[in-house]
């Protein structure tokens, strides 16, 4: 099972962009899903989450402008970022509870990153 992000890309300041990430594997489950960023010189922080039972959280820094949204038939999130900000800047991951639906197995699962650039 592999996840695989996409959607980054260069974007002016107040743009917009849409990053989806999809488990392949056609005997799982994805439970939360949940979006991840990475700036230069700073440590991985949460930006979005869903949860299996429907909730969402946000980092304080993107509320208002990004929505996460997920498809559980194809086991896909996404991350709708509007009002992008130069501070948007970064190396975006998703990251997926799987759960095997034939041995019950449990695991996180992190996908391999794309890149979002917001110019000023």
């Known amino acids: 099972v592999q996840l695989q992000a996409s959607g980054g890309g260069l974007v002016q300041r107040g743009g917009s962009l849409r990053l989806s990430c999809t488990a392949s594997?056609?005997?799982?489950?994805?439970?939360?899903m949940g979006w991840y960023r990475q700036a230069p010189g700073k440590q991985r922080e949460l930006v979005a989450l869903s949860t299996s039972g429907g909730n969402t959280n946000y980092a304080d820094s993107v509320k208002g402008r990004f929505t996460i949204s997920r498809d559980n038939a194809k086991n896909t999130a996404y991350l709708q970022m509007n009002s992008l900000e130069p501070e948007d800047t970064a190396v975006y991951y998703c990251?997926?509870?799987?759960?095997?639906?034939?041995?019950?197995?449990?695991?996180?699962?992190w996908g391999q990153g794309t890149l979002v650039t917001v110019s000023s």
């Open positions: 990251k997926m509870g799987i759960v095997h639906l034939v041995t019950n197995r449990r695991y996180d699962l």
């Open positions: 594997g056609r005997i799982v489950r994805a439970n939360d």
